[in-house]
């Protein structure tokens, strides 16, 4: 009963919840909700009438006896004319529906192809198994580079290109948006526009390797205000640490394996190979949406992550436990 | 196997049997006369004795048959692939599988279940049952059938070694480049992918090739073009189909994948000019008629089942007929449906948007139609019917869910999602391997000699019909809460964990639901009641003769005179005689009318198809190894041609027999 | 079907099986550990000793036989791979240009300054080589260090053919490693920095 009921609680509660289509929090996924609604109800009652019409036909005139004791049934002229009427008649009324779905689903991609003149524009790259994102800006020397989380404001529609470094990745934004696959060779784009700030979940939607489950992205929409204070805090340079035991990990940051894949801005680390450390602190998730940024978690993810996403390219770091607690320290100081 | 209505002379059985005893022919035939001429005919017809005579058959029953049980293992195999999977996502961050296990078996999965089983077993069921529905002694080329057989074999093998060696494909049963690509995955395992397809290719082709020839130039004399039976209409469309859509695949995996890893070629390298999205458009170009491929015969298999079983002649044969050509026909007009994702222009979109709402129509044609014949016939409820009326409910289902997936709008917010799964599991499942369960009660007992127990079956039709929707349906939803397709795994904070459960619970129902049949086949083949020619009374040119067929299908070919031609004509038909039973020997009739034009002689039983199909191991699977080896494979089967070509040669030295004046038309 | 028929299928079945058991067995040993991904496992060897920093034959007293490692990736394709994607990352064609050499020295031909033995480009990537080698072993780990030694073999064609990478999804600067020929090692002749 209880699982049943979990079962039932969880059917029933499938209309909300930060990665759902059903829940929209923007214009173009609630006129794509009206449509999935009104095709939905039509489906239902269509299906419905076949499977009634289909039981009650083998069941009305239902007989038990077998095949070669009942006379071949011989059809009038007159029922046949009335089988081909109504048979018709179904098939227009099929061409009607399906002209209606068409025409209904022409004007609502019409709404959701257009493109707004001016906004803002975010690049969103995509790697095994990460994200990169790039917030452009017309002054090059404020472009941020920031990774595995995206902030946009709400109330107006955001560009997002999106590119890929290798293989195909997807970019889904359940509640925001439909996907948009990232190829390489190519860059496609899409335009973000929520009006309902929150935390929503995006993830990767098309195959792309080992750890194509745990390539999720955290999408939070701001207020316009927030955003702007978010971008001008995001821009500002990697922390520089005060205690001793921060200073200590810094160190093992810059002397280790670390800078050699991951990049702090303002700091001599400069890899490109994982994703960007600058602000890994005020971040809600490790690996890619994996995992709760906690200062365990820290932990188990730079020792062994291959145990937590398998195949992943971040590889395991025997550090001493001194060299561990100084180099968490340090990470938990860049906010 | 042994089967005591199978050996002549059954003197019973040849008087009960209608298509033996030709009453209305002006010349009566004396009985005698007709017992020594089937045993005659028994004897000419015949494989070799034992083990060399196992291994050289052409008879297309005894290869249809092996066809038809080897697609059913392979069922069973990706049934319990999927059964890991469901174990694996039973609950979240499960560790049964981790991703590069989990990856390899949804890869076998979808491979197994779209090129090892559902195409092969349709075209399985067109090879056994188009030369009897048409009356023929056999199939056009019974060589390259068995060829077809054996290189599917091969085939079968070859995966199923590789996934036991850690060898097998990862990348998904569409392969898409990149990741498929030389720098993405090293090592062989989608070579392997590669080359099986190739493999299934070429048995498809072979198939194909068969029963677009078998349907034009054999059929019994009178079947006209407008008296095909539909089970055979659908079957030629689909050989069409194979015949176009193959090619496409065999471009884009045998050529493009394969030389892009072997031998370094650029088609997929957008650096190097290549583009990832032109290996999308092949494969679709292939992938989407493929669907159509496997449901169709499905639909083939509806018409004869309702048919017998309301006691009524289908309504609207002409238009199922048409419906049958239009689907196959605009089913090559919907690939890029699987690309809204990609960067594709906004009105190439609409165009497939319209295109795949317009499919939609031909199908409710047929559906219409089975429905107005069930409700003014008289249905009774066997296990095959039960089956049909779970079509209705599941298959529906799938097509509308299908409708609605043609939006571009919504298609892009639950494409590549469980949506999409449950969709085509649906259409799958529903569209094709219920009819096929139907068709299979329905023939086996043409095949076997012996009914299924109708009580085992009702069980599992019930459990199958109620397991897939349990196991199905609930995917709509996880995928519209966001869930992706193809991970191994998921966190317990999205939630999608107690719907997974339900999945999960519900493929054990599948799982009880296909035990029992397997149990109720395997008694039934053994012990199950006794058949007779024509259990259900039904009209089609199979029934008219024994059960199981003898090997040389009729005693005389059957002249039909309208589209039921038990029902039309009643039994026993009336028959044309001519063809001699000393030699192998088949009538060839005019693609139209079907008027008899000529005697043609029928190969015996070689060696040269199973030994070609290994030239085509060494090629195929070389290839994986070494460029060489196809150059080694092309000499190799220039060889086996010439084998081939020789036998074949020495055994055509019989001339022509214009068979005018020698075949006596029946009143 | 006569029972005779029967009894062949079944003899059929049964050396097929038998046949098909050996097969499997023969494959077995040769495929999986191609195809085997060892995503984290404790450094596969230990690394090498300090005998592994001989680097000519040339030496006082008799001949010291060293005990030679096996590279325990050179027939394994998915880490062979990742080797090539970490000289990708860690920027080794900036002196070595993909193999080619131009600062450092190439490493596709025949010439072998500090030696073609696993353990000795072991050596020479751990602990860096004079005129500008880095040791990495401070910024690799021994499982990645041992990706990069069998990925550089495989550049010379020193490893089975079967684990080495196709062609590369970018611009092509040289051929796949799959179909480079195999060079025959030799030690330099010249010594060693004097280039």
Same mark, same amino acid.
């Given at each position: 009963?209880?699982?049943?009921?979990?079962?039932? /609680?969880?059917?029933?509660?499938?209309?909300?919840?930060?990665?759902?289509?059903?829940?929209?929090?923007?214009?173009?996924?609630?006129?794509?909700?009206?449509? !999935?609604?009104?095709?939905?109800?039509?489906?239902?009652?269509?299906?419905?009438?076949?499977?009634?019409?289909?039981?009650?036909?083998?069941?009305?005139?239902?007989?038990?006896?077998?095949?070669?004791?009942?006379?071949?049934?011989?059809?009038?002229?007159?029922?046949?004319?009335?089988?081909?009427?109504?048979?018709?008649?179904?098939? /227009?009324?099929?061409?009607?529906?399906?002209?209606?779905?068409?025409?209904?689903? !022409?004007?609502?991609?019409?709404?959701?192809?257009?493109?707004?003149?001016?906004?803002?524009?975010?690049?969103?790259?995509?790697?095994?198994?990460?994200?990169?994102?790039?917030?452009?800006?017309?002054?090059?020397?404020?472009?941020?580079?920031?990774?595995?989380?995206?902030?946009?404001?709400?109330?107006?529609?955001?560009?997002?290109?999106?590119?890929?470094?290798?293989?195909?990745?997807?970019?889904?934004?359940?509640?925001?948006?439909?996907?948009?696959?990232?190829?390489?060779?190519?860059?496609?784009?899409? !335009?973000?526009?929520?009006?309902?700030?929150?935390?929503?979940?995006?993830?990767?939607?098309?195959?792309?390797?080992?750890?194509?489950?745990?390539?999720?992205?955290?999408?939070?929409?701001?207020?316009?205000?927030?955003?702007?204070?978010?971008?001008?805090?995001?821009?500002?340079?990697?922390?520089?640490?005060?205690?001793?035991?921060?200073?200590?990990?810094?160190?093992? !940051?810059?002397?280790?394996?670390?800078?050699?894949?991951?990049?702090?801005?303002?700091?001599?680390?400069?890899?490109?190979?994982?994703?960007?450390?600058?602000?890994?602190?005020?971040?809600?998730?490790?690996?890619?949406?994996?995992?709760?940024?906690?200062?365990?978690?820290?932990?188990?993810?730079?020792?062994?992550?291959?145990?937590?996403?398998?195949?992943?390219?971040?590889?395991?770091?025997?550090?001493?436990?001194?060299?561990?607690?100084?180099?968490?320290?340090?990470?938990?100081?860049?906010? | *196997?042994?089967?005591? #209505?199978?050996?002549?002379?059954?003197?019973?059985?040849?008087?009960?049997?209608?298509?033996?005893?030709?009453?209305?022919?002006?010349?009566?035939?004396?009985?005698?006369?007709?017992?020594?001429?089937?045993?005659?005919?028994?004897?000419?017809?015949?494989?070799?004795?034992?083990?060399?005579?196992?291994?050289?058959?052409?008879?297309?029953?005894?290869?249809?048959?092996?066809?038809?049980?080897?697609?059913?293992?392979?069922?069973?195999?990706?049934?319990?692939?999927?059964?890991? *999977?469901?174990?694996?996502?039973?609950?979240?961050?499960?560790?049964?599988?981790?991703?590069?296990?989990?990856?390899?078996?949804?890869?076998?999965?979808?491979?197994?279940?779209?090129?090892?089983?559902?195409?092969?077993?349709?075209?399985?069921?067109?090879?056994?049952?188009?030369? $009897?529905?048409?009356?023929?002694?056999?199939?056009?080329?019974?060589? $390259?059938?068995?060829?077809?057989?054996?290189?599917?074999?091969?085939?079968?093998?070859?995966?199923?070694?590789?996934?036991?060696? %850690?060898?097998?494909?990862?990348?998904?049963?569409?392969?898409?480049?990149?990741?498929?690509?030389?720098?993405?995955?090293?090592?062989?395992?989608?070579?392997?992918?590669?080359?099986?397809?190739?493999?299934?290719?070429?048995?498809?082709?072979?198939? #194909?090739?068969?029963?677009?020839?078998?349907?034009?130039?054999?059929?019994?004399?009178?079947?006209?073009?407008?008296?095909?039976?539909?089970?055979?209409?659908?079957?030629?469309?689909?050989?069409?189909?194979?015949?176009?859509?193959?090619?496409?695949?065999?471009?884009?995996?045998?050529?493009? $994948?394969?030389?892009?890893?072997?031998?370094?070629?650029?088609?997929?390298?957008?650096?190097?000019?290549?583009?990832?999205?032109?290996?999308?458009?092949?494969?679709?170009?292939?992938?989407?008629?493929?669907?159509?491929?496997?449901?169709?015969?499905?639909?083939?298999?509806?018409?004869?089942?309702?048919?017998?079983?309301?006691?009524?002649?289908?309504?609207?044969?002409?238009?199922?007929?048409?419906?049958?050509?239009?689907?196959?026909?605009?089913?090559?007009?919907?690939?890029?449906?699987?690309?809204?994702?990609?960067?594709?222009?906004?009105?190439?979109?609409?165009?497939?948007?319209?295109?795949? *709402?317009?499919?939609?129509?031909?199908?409710?044609?047929?559906?219409?139609?089975?429905?107005?014949?069930?409700?003014?016939?008289?249905?009774?409820?066997?296990?095959?019917?039960?089956?049909?009326?779970?079509?209705?409910?599941?298959?529906?289902?799938?097509?509308?869910?299908?409708?609605?997936?043609?939006?571009?709008?919504?298609?892009?917010?639950?494409?590549?999602?469980?949506?999409?799964?449950?969709?085509?599991?649906?259409?799958?499942?529903?569209?094709?391997?219920?009819?096929?369960?139907?068709?299979?009660?329905?023939?086996?007992?043409?095949?076997?000699?012996?009914?299924?127990?109708?009580?085992?079956?009702?069980?599992?039709?019930?459990?199958?019909?109620?397991?897939?929707?349990?196991?199905?349906?609930?995917?709509?939803?996880?995928?519209?809460?966001?869930?992706?397709?193809?991970?191994?795994?998921?966190?317990?904070?999205?939630?999608?964990? +107690?719907?997974?459960?339900?999945?999960?619970?519900?493929?054990?129902?599948?799982?009880?639901?296909? #035990?029992?049949?397997?149990? %109720?086949?395997? *008694?039934?083949?053994?012990?199950?009641?006794?058949?007779?020619?024509?259990?259900?009374?039904?009209?089609?040119?199979?029934?008219?003769? $024994?059960?199981?067929?003898?090997?040389?299908?009729?005693?005389?070919?059957?002249?039909?005179?309208?589209?039921?031609?038990?029902?039309?004509?009643?039994?026993?038909?009336?028959?044309?005689?001519?063809?001699?039973?000393?030699?192998?020997?088949?009538?060839?009739?005019?693609?139209?009318?079907?008027?008899?034009?000529?005697?043609?002689?029928? +190969?015996?039983?070689?060696?040269?198809?199973?030994?070609?199909?290994?030239?085509?191991?060494?090629?195929?699977?070389?290839?994986?190894?070494?460029?060489?080896?196809?150059?080694?494979?092309?000499?190799?089967?220039?060889?086996?041609?010439?084998?081939?070509?020789?036998?074949?040669?020495?055994?055509?030295?019989?001339?022509?027999? #214009?068979?005018?004046?020698?075949?006596?038309?029946?009143? | 079907?006569?029972?005779?028929?029967?009894?062949?299928?079944?003899?059929?079945?049964?050396?097929?099986?038998?046949?098909?058991?050996?097969?499997?067995?023969?494959?077995?040993?040769?495929?999986?550990?191609?195809?085997?991904?060892?995503?984290?496992?404790?450094?596969?060897?230990?690394?090498?000793?300090?005998?592994?920093?001989?680097?000519?034959?040339?030496?006082?007293?008799?001949?010291?036989?060293?005990?030679? &490692?096996?590279?325990?990736?050179?027939?394994?394709?998915?880490?062979?791979?990742?080797?090539?994607?970490?000289?990708?990352?860690?920027?080794?064609?900036?002196?070595?240009?993909?193999?080619?050499?131009?600062?450092?020295?190439?490493?596709?031909?025949?010439?072998? &300054?500090?030696?073609?033995?696993?353990?000795?480009?072991?050596?020479? &990537?751990?602990?860096?080589?004079?005129?500008?080698?880095?040791?990495?072993?401070?910024?690799?780990?021994?499982?990645?260090?041992?990706?990069?030694?069998?990925?550089?073999?495989?550049?010379?064609?020193?490893?089975? =053919?079967?684990?080495?990478?196709?062609?590369?999804?970018?611009?092509?600067? =040289?051929?796949?490693?799959?179909?480079?020929?195999?060079?025959?090692?030799?030690?330099?002749?010249?010594?060693?920095?004097?280039?």
């Amino acid at each position: 009963m209880g699982v049943a009921s979990s079962i039932m /609680g969880s059917a029933l509660a499938s209309c909300s919840g930060p990665q759902n289509v059903l829940d929209p929090a923007g214009p173009p996924n609630r006129s794509i909700n009206h449509l !999935f609604w009104a095709m939905l109800v039509v489906a239902a009652i269509i299906w419905a009438a076949v499977v009634v019409a289909a039981l009650w036909a083998a069941l009305s005139r239902r007989r038990r006896t077998r095949e070669d004791l009942e006379p071949i049934v011989d059809v009038p002229n007159e029922e046949q004319r009335r089988h081909v009427g109504i048979v018709t008649g179904l098939v /227009g009324a099929t061409v009607v529906t399906l002209l209606i779905f068409l025409v209904y689903d !022409f004007t609502v991609g019409r709404a959701l192809a257009e493109r707004p003149s001016r906004s803002l524009t975010i690049e969103v790259i995509g790697h095994q198994w990460w994200w990169e994102v790039h917030y452009i800006d017309p002054d090059p020397s404020k472009l941020l580079v920031d990774a595995n989380e995206l902030h946009i404001p709400a109330g107006e529609p955001v560009q997002v290109k999106l590119k890929s470094q290798d293989v195909i990745h997807s970019f889904w934004v359940p509640n925001i948006i439909g996907k948009r696959d990232l190829i390489p060779g190519y860059t496609s784009s899409l !335009f973000l526009h929520a009006d309902k700030p929150g935390v929503y979940r995006a993830q990767c939607a098309e195959f792309c390797g080992l750890e194509h489950a745990k390539m999720a992205l955290p999408v939070i929409v701001h207020s316009r205000a927030d955003f702007a204070a978010w971008l001008a805090e995001a821009r500002s340079p990697a922390a520089e640490p005060n205690d001793s035991s921060a200073k200590e990990g810094k160190k093992v !940051f810059l002397a280790g394996a670390c800078s050699s894949c991951h990049a702090l801005t303002g700091v001599e680390a400069y890899g490109t190979i994982g994703p960007n450390l600058t602000h890994i602190a005020s971040r809600r998730t490790i690996a890619a949406g994996t995992l709760p940024n906690t200062r365990g978690n820290l932990g188990g993810w730079i020792v062994d992550p291959q145990s937590i996403k398998p195949g992943a390219r971040m590889p395991s770091n025997q550090l001493a436990a001194k060299d561990l607690r100084n180099l968490i320290d340090y990470l938990e100081t860049l906010k | *196997m042994t089967n005591p #209505a199978r050996r002549l002379p059954p003197n019973e059985s040849a008087v009960t049997d209608p298509g033996t005893l030709p009453d209305a022919t002006p010349q009566t035939l004396d009985e005698d006369l007709l017992i020594a001429e089937a045993r005659q005919l028994e004897i000419t017809w015949r494989d070799p004795a034992g083990l060399w005579g196992w291994l050289t058959t052409v008879d297309h029953k005894v290869i249809a048959r092996r066809y038809i049980i080897t697609a059913f293992l392979m069922f069973i195999a990706g049934g319990l692939e999927a059964g890991m *999977m469901r174990l694996q996502l039973a609950r979240p961050e499960n560790t049964f599988l981790g991703p590069d296990r989990y990856n390899q078996i949804f890869t076998t999965h979808g491979t197994t279940m779209m090129f090892l089983f559902a195409v092969p077993i349709m075209t399985a069921m067109g090879l056994y049952f188009v030369p $009897l529905m048409v009356g023929a002694r056999s199939i056009a080329f019974p060589r $390259l059938n068995a060829f077809g057989y054996y290189t599917y074999l091969m085939g079968v093998v070859f995966m199923y070694v590789s996934l036991f060696i %850690n060898m097998a494909p990862d990348a998904g049963w569409t392969s898409y480049v990149p990741l498929a690509g030389p720098e993405y995955s090293p090592g062989h395992r989608i070579d392997v992918w590669a080359q099986l397809v190739t493999f299934t290719e070429i048995a498809a082709l072979a198939a #194909a090739v068969n029963i677009i020839v078998t349907t034009f130039k054999m059929r019994a004399p009178g079947m006209s073009l407008n008296r095909i039976p539909l089970f055979v209409w659908a079957q030629l469309v689909v050989a069409f189909m194979i015949v176009f859509a193959m090619p496409a695949v065999a471009i884009g995996s045998t050529l493009q $994948l394969a030389s892009d890893r072997a031998i370094a070629t650029h088609w997929f390298n957008p650096a190097e000019g290549g583009d990832v999205l032109l290996w999308q458009h092949v494969f679709w170009f292939f992938g989407h008629p493929e669907v159509y491929i496997i449901f169709l015969p499905a639909l083939g298999f509806i018409t004869p089942i309702i048919e017998t079983f309301c006691r009524r002649r289908v309504f609207g044969y002409t238009a199922i007929v048409l419906s049958n050509i239009t689907t196959g026909f605009f089913a090559f007009g919907l690939w890029v449906h699987h690309m809204f994702a990609t960067p594709i222009p906004e009105l190439g979109q609409s165009l497939f948007t319209a295109a795949s *709402m317009v499919i939609a129509i031909p199908t409710g044609v047929q559906i219409f139609c089975w429905l107005v014949t069930m409700f003014s016939g008289r249905p009774r409820l066997t296990t095959a019917m039960i089956f049909l009326l779970g079509f209705f409910i599941t298959f529906v289902n799938g097509g509308l869910t299908g409708v609605m997936l043609a939006s571009v709008g919504f298609d892009k917010q639950v494409h590549d999602t469980f949506f999409v799964v449950a969709h085509f599991h649906y259409v799958l499942l529903g569209g094709a391997v219920i009819p096929l369960f139907a068709a299979f009660y329905f023939w086996f007992p043409k095949v076997t000699g012996r009914l299924m127990n109708e009580t085992l079956g009702k069980w599992q039709a019930w459990l199958f019909i109620i397991g897939v929707n349990i196991t199905f349906f609930p995917m709509h939803i996880l995928g519209l809460n966001g869930m992706p397709r193809r991970i191994y795994t998921y966190l317990s904070e999205t939630g999608w964990g +107690p719907l997974n459960a339900l999945v999960s619970a519900g493929a054990v129902v599948i799982v009880v639901s296909v #035990a029992i049949f397997i149990v %109720n086949a395997a *008694m039934s083949w053994r012990g199950g009641a006794l058949a007779g020619a024509n259990p259900w009374d039904s009209y089609g040119l199979e029934w008219a003769t $024994l059960s199981p067929a003898p090997n040389y299908n009729f005693l005389n070919t059957p002249v039909v005179l309208g589209r039921h031609p038990l029902w039309d004509t009643g039994s026993p038909l009336p028959v044309v005689t001519g063809l001699r039973s000393d030699r192998r020997e088949v009538l060839v009739t005019t693609t139209f009318d079907a008027q008899p034009d000529h005697k043609h002689k029928h +190969p015996h039983a070689s060696i040269w198809p199973l030994v070609m199909a290994f030239v085509m191991v060494e090629l195929w699977i070389g290839s994986i190894f070494t460029p060489w080896a196809v150059l080694g494979g092309v000499g190799l089967t220039l060889l086996v041609m010439l084998g081939w070509g020789w036998e074949s040669s020495m055994e055509s030295d019989v001339e022509r027999v #214009a068979t005018e004046g020698r075949i006596v038309e029946a009143a | 079907m006569s029972s005779r028929f029967e009894r062949g299928a079944w003899r059929v079945r049964r050396d097929a099986t038998r046949t098909t058991r050996h097969a499997l067995l023969l494959l077995t040993l040769t495929a999986c550990e191609r195809e085997n991904r060892r995503f984290s496992e404790n450094p596969p060897t230990a690394a090498p000793t300090a005998s592994a920093l001989v680097v000519s034959q040339l030496q006082p007293g008799p001949a010291v036989v060293e005990p030679k &490692i096996e590279a325990p990736y050179d027939d394994n394709a998915w880490a062979v791979s990742e080797g090539k994607a970490l000289f990708n990352a860690m920027n080794c064609s900036g002196c070595h240009f993909q193999g080619g050499g131009g600062i450092g020295p190439a490493l596709m031909d025949e010439e072998w &300054i500090y030696g073609s033995d696993p353990q000795q480009i072991f050596a020479s &990537i751990a602990e860096g080589r004079p005129n500008g080698m880095p040791a990495w072993k401070y910024k690799l780990g021994t499982q990645q260090i041992w990706e990069l030694v069998s990925y550089v073999r495989s550049l010379s064609s020193l490893n089975p =053919k079967g684990a080495r990478g196709g062609r590369d999804d970018h611009m092509m600067v =040289k051929p796949p490693e799959a179909s480079t020929p195999q060079t025959k090692p030799k030690m330099a002749s010249t010594p060693p920095g004097d280039d």
